[in-house]
């Protein structure tokens, strides 16, 4: 049966009976060609959808493709380093020494070898493989968030797709990325309003004193007290009603109201509770900031989230050193501060969403925002290389075991499938069961779609 249904800006594809096909008829199906008719034939073929939620591991600053997930052991020394590839669950594909538990599970993911974009700015690049679009600011304004900014697809889901019961739509852990100065772009609802912005957690699930913020217990704060605040909400909103409202009024009072269920919720309190887990669980995703995000997030989609987003925290100012952004002793960092972390967070996530059955319905992106250069510099660091860089995709549809796109001999240029930001972030969509094409509108009304690209149905 092929169907085309409104519900809140989606679109699905499921058959043809031969009513909706008279009924497309009548708005044109006669206009389409046999290739157009295959087209959607095929379309209509693919599985779409079977993601409930997403988990976004976004390793920032750039995360070696050549010392990870795509070795070069054939090419000169200053090229593959001293790393050595070893065998992984899936025959014939090696990985990264430095990632022993990942390498068990290869059966579980996919590797996308051949992700490539041409910008080696760390904001930009940031904001086109978060939102699936090139940043069409110009420097310096480059660097910051900012309304105009296209949305986040946490955002867009949380305004697409109904929200979860009594939860956000949209996690943030720990916190944004801002190593140093501002909150980088791409990182909440731009366009579409502070409405559909993320929770933002802003603490670290590793620390005694993590607090999930207005949405942990509040000791001072009675159920009363809420719907009493609730109330006095109500009346003032009645009063505005008989006054001109501008449109960001208008896109905020859906958040406000919505922000009392939260407050009030008692699954989310459960949700954001970390310490309801065993120190067995806890330590297998490391006692780190990245591997307790992770946990989190396992957590939220668990309860019912539908997009978490967990950054790599780094700073400059000491706290976590130069992180994926290795310009310096690139594989002594790599060997001791990135990969057993990267190792144990991912692995520990992937092992619990298969045995608790939520695998297929959540899918798994871990990525960065380009990859490093083939060759080391004078300080033993790699540095920017957009020209080609790779990812790692679980669940949601995606099919585990597989590597998809190929590098040249020393990891600098795709050789086959290549795929650009827009198609990763289409095939996000098209997981969750959106079209990424599906139009949406800025605070001025003006027309935009999701995402210029093409799901990679290899992956699928």
């Known amino acids: 049966m092929f169907s085309i249904r409104t519900h809140q800006g989606t679109r699905h594809c499921d058959g043809l009976t031969r009513r909706e096909l008279l009924q497309v008829g009548a708005i044109g199906l006669g206009g389409l060609t046999l290739p157009g008719l295959l087209r959607l034939q095929e379309a209509c073929a693919r599985p779409a959808g079977k993601a409930r939620s997403v988990i976004v591991l976004f390793l920032n600053g750039g995360p070696s493709h050549l010392d990870m997930w795509d ?90 797709l109904p929200p979860p019961p009594a939860l956000p739509s949209f996690v943030m852990v720990p916190e944004a990325i801002s190593p140093v100065g501002p909150e980088r772009p791409g990182q909440h609802a731009g366009f579409l309003g502070a409405a559909y ?74 949700a954001f509770d970390i310490s309801a887990e065993s120190d067995q669980t806890r330590d297998r995703y490391g006692r780190h900031v990245f591997g307790q ?52 967070a991912f692995s520990a996530l992937a092992e619990d969403l298969a045995e608790r059955g939520l695998l297929e319905e959540t899918l798994v992106i871990m990525m960065g925002e380009f990859g490093r250069t083939p060759r080391f510099n004078k300080n033993g660091g790699r540095d920017h290389w957009p020209s080609c860089f790779s990812a790692v995709l679980a669940g949601g549809g995606v099919k585990g075991g597989q590597v998809y796109g190929a590098s040249d001999r020393i990891g600098a240029y795709p050789t086959s499938n290549p795929v650009t ?40």
Request: neutral net charge; hydrophobic residues 35%; contains cysteine.
């Open 293 to 344: 995000s992770v946990l989190l997030a396992r957590r939220l989609v668990e309860a019912g989230v539908r997009l978490v987003h967990v950054n790599w925290v780094r700073h400059d100012n000491g706290k976590g050193g130069q992180g994926y952004d290795s310009h310096r002793d690139h594989l002594e960092w790599a060997r001791t501060e990135l990969l057993p972390p990267t190792d144990a």
């Open 421 to 460: 930001p827009q198609d990763l972030m289409a095939t996000l969509y098209h997981c969750v069961g959106v079209d990424p094409h599906t139009v949406i509108y800025d605070l001025q009304h003006r027309p935009y779609v999701l995402v210029e690209g093409t799901p990679v149905h290899g992956l699928l």
């Open 71 to 160: 070795l070069k052991p054939q090419a000169p020394e200053e090229i593959r380093g001293t790393f050595r590839p070893i065998a992984t669950s899936l025959p014939g594909v090696q990985i990264s020494e430095h990632l022993p538990r990942m390498a068990r599970l290869a059966h579980h993911y996919a590797i996308l070898r051949s992700l490539n974009h041409n910008t080696p700015n760390h904001p930009a690049a940031s904001y086109w493989m978060m939102v699936g679009s090139p940043m069409q600011r110009n420097a310096p304004q480059v660097v910051t968030m900012s309304r105009e900014d296209r949305p986040h697809p946490g955002s867009a889901l949380a305004k697409l």
């Open 197 to 270: 912005d993320p929770y933002r957690v802003n603490s670290d699930p590793n620390l005694p004193t993590f607090s999930p913020g207005a949405l942990g217990p509040a000791q001072d704060v009675t159920v009363r007290r809420l719907e009493d605040r609730r109330t006095l909400l109500n009346q003032l909103d009645q009063q505005a009603a008989l006054l001109e409202r501008n449109s960001t009024a208008q896109i905020l009072d859906p958040y406000y109201a919505r922000a009392f269920d939260l407050l009030s919720s008692a699954a989310a309190q459960r």
